[in-house]
């Protein structure tokens, strides 16, 4: 059946039955695609029954969804005439794996990070009621999105406004990890306890009994039915923010579906469904594991394992381990995550610190403040953060962790080119966005060994602090001996050169010695300088170098303006130093999905693109001249 779903239109037609069999069909297909490109599968087989109801009930693209995140996206793709494309999902110029208007009229939002959708959506709905125009608008929220501050700030405001929105509330009790919180534990319960649901059908029949008579003694009975409402109708929470609350239903049975979406279409003013579902439904591994197949990489369809590479240890087993070793020592160590424990590697951290873990939800700024009253209050947080979620914490790193000089350690995962998930996912900008923030020292290791040392010197540093660190494998270089603080504000020479000085950051530090190889095979002399500070930059060093060379490249896998480049321009300008200077980073645009090596490779952030930059900037005419030299 799914090849003649073009269009949401095809759905019309089709009765139950024939939704069911559409269903399978979209999970098979979901699986088949994931397992080879990777990709959030989990999220999507909970919400295939839900999303073929949206669009049977609803009228996209004129009626406008939002789907949170978006990596539940991938049901609405397959219904929306994305089928031919399904398998280049998450791969360079292929599908992408959250909605984008780029690549269809369908997608009203484009979405990546989380708890934005409640805000789009009335946004969207405030243009409609300008423009008098008659359009449903629905947010498609899951119960982990809906802890993030940006949720509360919108049903607050939505409420209020009391315009037409639909918010579909995706209640799989699950973030990535399990939920946290008190909204997670009120969703819980009324899901859970029957009385909930008993109470709710006894009072609606009360209600429909209760007799129409004078004003006043309506008046009355409103007040009388608004307190037994308050007192046992589930959702009443939603009710008093605004929204008149239906559910909770079953969000795998297309009639409970059906007929709820009809009410929220009918009724005036905001509305939120509480949809229940599960995680993983219809393939077993997922139902059993949806943490792990929240996002998987490819895996085996019958076994359900993912293909496992050999390889070095990734930066963050190295981070989760090496801060495992310090907090042995140092009981003032606490670890905060952001609704990541895995991905940041802070789970091990909480199985053996239970007590000195804190996942907060998605709940960057929160977990960021949350941090510099626990430095406040003499401990060390160590917040293990996204470089691309920080970004939502900057004013929480400025005003209440820096100017109060707070020793918070900021340990950045993800930074740099992420790959498959995209430009909403890049961690391209954290250098630019903590740079200009006085007072907060600024790391990046050349390799995971030099991890450990950092994140050591982060903790034993008493003031702000944080370290960058990419997604993926180490370079496999050799663990050294015990944990060192390495003195701030110092750079290390790792190759002498007299025709040119590379200064490089994090992870460009080994391609750049590759790429001096490679220089010095054209007869280049090149010096590598690992800078290690971004700040405060290790001037005397790179100095002293430039003095020998005049000419300068810096490398650094984040965006030009404002980045490490930019720094060591500054501190030319500073001393008035007039060297030949050249910026490998990313240029001033989005980068789009595709593997990190290729993505790396486009933006000349390898050793071959190295060696070229300097070769084209430097020595245009070098291969002429050897090649002469040869003849
Ligand atoms: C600001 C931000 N922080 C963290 C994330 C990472 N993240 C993506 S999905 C997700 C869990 C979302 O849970 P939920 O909304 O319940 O959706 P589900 O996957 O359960 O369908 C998290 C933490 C993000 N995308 N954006
Ligand atoms: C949708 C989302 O924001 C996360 O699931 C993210 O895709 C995780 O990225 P990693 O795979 O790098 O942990
Ligand atoms: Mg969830």
């Known amino acids: 059946m799914l090849p003649n779903i073009k269009n949401p239109d095809d759905l019309r037609q089709l009765d139950n039955k024939s939704l069911i069999k559409l269903a399978a069909e979209i999970r098979d297909e979901m699986i088949s695609t994931v397992s080879r490109t ?32 978006g990596h539940q996206s991938y049901v609405h793709k397959l219904l929306t005439g994305r089928q031919e494309a399904f398998e280049t999902l998450r791969q360079y110029r292929g599908l992408s794996g959250f909605p984008k208007f780029q690549e269809s009229p369908h997608d009203a939002f484009n979405t990546g990070h989380s708890s934005t959708s409640i805000s789009a959506a009335t946004g969207i709905a405030l243009a409609r009621d300008q423009q008098k125009k008659d359009y449903h608008v629905v947010a498609v929220i899951g119960d982990g999105a809906l802890t993030g501050g940006m949720a509360y700030e919108s049903l607050n405001h939505a409420g209020h406004l009391g315009t037409n929105l639909i918010v579909i509330l995706n209640d799989n009790e699950m973030s990535i990890a399990s939920n946290v919180g008190a909204m997670s534990g009120y969703l819980s319960r009324m899901r859970s306890d029957p009385m909930y649901y008993k109470g709710k059908e006894d009072i609606e029949n009360l209600l429909k009994r209760l007799p129409s008579v004078g004003s006043r003694v309506l008046k009355v009975m409103e007040r009388v039915k608004d307190s037994l409402k308050y007192l046992v109708v589930p959702g009443m929470l939603f009710e008093e923010l605004g929204f008149t609350y239906l559910g909770p239903v079953d969000g795998h049975n297309f009639t409970s579906l059906k007929s709820v979406l009809s009410s929220a279409k009918s009724i005036k003013g905001p509305v939120l469904v509480h949809v229940l579902t599960t995680k993983g439904k219809g393939y077993q591994p997922a139902e059993e594991n949806p943490d792990q197949f929240h996002g998987i990489g490819p895996f085996n369809i019958e076994s359900g394992k993912t293909v496992k590479t ?40 909480g199985q053996e610190f239970p007590d000195r873990t804190y996942d907060v939800g998605i709940a960057e700024q929160h977990a960021v403040t949350m941090s510099a009253g626990l430095a406040a209050g003499g401990y060390k947080p160590v917040v293990a953060i996204y470089s691309t979620f920080l970004q939502r914490a900057y004013d929480q790193v400025l005003h209440d962790v820096a100017l109060q000089k707070l020793p918070v350690v900021f340990a950045l995962d993800r930074a740099g080119i992420v790959g498959d998930d995209g430009e909403t996912h890049q961690g391209l900008f954290d250098f630019a966005y903590l740079r200009n923030i006085p007072g907060l020292t600024i790391m990046a290791p050349k390799d995971e060994n030099e991890l450990r040392h950092m994140l050591y010197t982060a903790v034993e540093h008493n003031e702000p602090i944080s370290l960058r660190y990419p997604r993926g494998s180490g370079i496999g270089v050799t663990m050294e001996g015990d944990l060192q603080q390495l003195p701030i504000g110092r750079g290390e ?6 025709d040119i000085t590379i200064v490089a950051i994090g992870n460009m530090v080994h391609p750049s010695l590759e790429a001096a190889e490679k220089l010095a095979l054209k007869g280049v002399s090149a010096a590598v300088i690992n800078a290690r500070f971004v700040k405060p930059l290790d001037e005397d060093l790179i100095l002293k170098q430039i003095d020998k060379t005049g000419k300068v490249v810096t490398v650094e896998e984040h965006v030009l303006a404002g980045g490490f480049g930019s720094a060591v321009l500054e501190m030319l300008a500073k001393h008035s130093i007039n060297a030949d200077v050249s910026n490998i980073a990313v240029p001033d645009e989005f980068v789009q999905q595709g593997s990190q090596s290729m993505m790396r490779a486009k933006y000349g952030l390898d050793a071959p693109g190295i060696s070229r930059t300097v070769v084209e900037r430097f020595f245009p005419g070098i291969n002429l001249r050897q090649v002469r030299q040869r003849g």
């Open 38 to 69: 990777g990709g959030h599968l989990a999220p999507n087989l909970g919400v295939v029954e839900l999303t073929i109801a949206l669009h049977k009930m609803f009228n996209s693209p004129r009626d406008r969804f939002v789907f949170d995140v």
């Open 493 to 498: 020479v790792l190759r002498d050169g007299t």
């Open 310 to 349: 050999k390889g070095a240890p990734s930066y963050t087993q190295v981070f989760s381990d090496a801060l495992r070793d310090i907090a042995r020592e140092n009981d003032k160590v606490i670890a905060v995550t952001a609704a990541m424990p895995g991905g940041t590697g802070i789970d091990a951290f």
